[in-house]
């Protein structure tokens, strides 16, 4: 994983003599193409370095693609950024490497850097550790290890400091909108904590780090500015793999930097004394508990060589930095804890996706959710959409599926946005079709003319992109909420009004139309002042109902199947279909209605059942059902 390392050195200027100095790390993980915004601003800015005053709100652009990042500067400020200054990208010459450039716009390859402000960003990997330590070249004269719980069990000896530091936590949390800004935050905190560090860190084990090798790298680090490391934060490799793959629990080494200490066995000798003669550097590293490889890393010095610290001494040491272990394993324990929850707010804004938008004001109440998710009869306004054409186009394209889907995907997008739109749930996809109902967890206000509203919204949509469709919609008692198998549960539906939907829908092809609704609906539209309209087809024979179902045409006024005026001959032509008076019925169609689709329909079906050879007349049975099964179209028609 590729990453881009950003050391801020804050050191005292001509403009600024009385700034402490104050050094700052942090890396930012890179996604190939993905275009990142760099500035100062840490609210808004995809990588942040608020400690550096010389960098702007919004300074860069970085993007990282085959093995480079460039940088370049950002392009015209947005009005969040009125008074962005004239930004300055700096980088070696590569013609001479001790000369340095201006740049607008430049790439920088692995191990390579570049310069804003006073902070310089290198582009890392996983292969790439932090410096070398120069602390690993001393002898660990006292280590100590504790557990979680054995820490819990020490009792703090002098709680003030570290309470003050702790009233900052809940205002640090909720200030923390990243992992990183958590680690910042967090970062602070510690530092006032233990007013003895000279450092605190958050690093990681690269997870492909080699058997047999020490790489660490450094995810953000804050070193104090009385702290006068030199080359900056350098954690001990040896003691971060101790405590976070060995020991899994929290290390503590205090090292000796007497030159003629061998310490007993140990294969470190002292190559320099890092820290100054007369003084003792000590670190606690303590591992996450949630096996990311991550730790806690505070070090500090404490006055005199440990041999001439004696005993006594030692042991006081040991006692007061136990003291410090503690106060980092609690911090240890609320950084993981607030990650858990960040994570568990982010698994859940994923799965809130999968929920319906009626759901997700009880997603935080767990017991109200569980009650609405109850399987309840409610009277619910169904929606069913199919595709046509779509098993023929599956076998067609069945040598590139991907395109052929993303074709299908943008078809049920249109169907489930325009649901939302209108206030319904979408109960599932069912391979080229959707099923959405208004009227749960509790009834709408003219749910009924939403759903038609949001039917012919559909159909309008999908025609207008060159794709087919039918929908049809019911309206009635239906039991609904969470059903399905032990293992495998979602909100749907169950009822007979679920299956006319289905049944209506599968009708549109055969009557030429776009939406047929049942009598219900159709008598809640009656006399209502909007375009939506309906008009009488017949009462058809649904596979499944013993009884013939009335089915009705949804249309709109801007395009009216037929002109106002002629929807009384047409409901006069319907009625004498459904009396028998097919002769009368089918002069009326075809001289009023020639090319109207739910005319032909009609007349098909008359053809195809009448009798009589001097008149048109039903079949014998006719007053008995008066019902039919909608004839389709030939094929070449």
Known sequence: MAELEAITDIRPTKDKPHVAPAQYTRRFALAPGKQFRLGRDEAKMDFAVPEDDQVSRYYANVTYDAGKARVGRRGPVPPDYPDASVN?????????RDRFLDVTEWDVGPGESFWIGQTQF???GDNDSGPESPIDAT???RQEERTRAQLEEIAFTQPATVLKAMEQLPNTIRAATTEQGLFRQ???????????????GIVRIPPDNPPGERRLATVEANVRPTAALGAGFAPSRRL??????????????????????????QEMTLAAQPMGANQTPWAVCTPFQDSSKFALYVSGRVSGQWNAL???GQDKVVADLTQYQKTIELIVGLIETTLRMNRLSKQNSVIKQAWHRELWPFMDQPEKLEAVLEPKVKEVTILFCDLRGYSSDVWRTKDDLLAAWQNISLALDTMSSTVTDFGGVVSGFRGDAVLAFWGWPEPKDRQVESTCQAAFRIWSRLIQRGMRCGLGVTHGATLAGRLGAHDLAVVDLYG??????????SMTKAFGVGVIVSQPVADRLEGDTGKLRTRALGNVIAKGFPDPVPAYELYSTDTPPIQEFQRPFWHAAVDQF????????????????????ASQCLRRVMNALGTGDDELRPPPDWAKHRSFVPAEPPRDV
Request: aromatic fraction near 6%.
């Open 240 to 265: 971060a793999h101790k405590a976070i793959l060995e020991r899994r629990r929290s290390c503590l080494h205090c090292w000796s930097t007497d030159p003629t200490d061998s310490g007993s066995g």
């Open 310 to 312: 004696g005993k006594a």
């Open 122 to 124: 290198t582009l890392r």
């Open 578 to 597: 459904n009396a028998g008076e097919w002769a009368d019925a089918y002069r009326a169609l075809e001289e009023s209605f020639p090319d109207d689709p």
């Open 139 to 141: 002898v660990a004269a």
């Open 186 to 200: 967090m970062l602070r905190v510690i530092m006032e904590a233990l007013p003895r560090a000279d450092a605190a």
């Open 496 to 505: 007979p009004v679920v299956n006319l939907a289905f049944r209506l829908e």
């Open 88 to 96: 300055k990208i700096v980088v070696r010459d590569p013609k001479a």
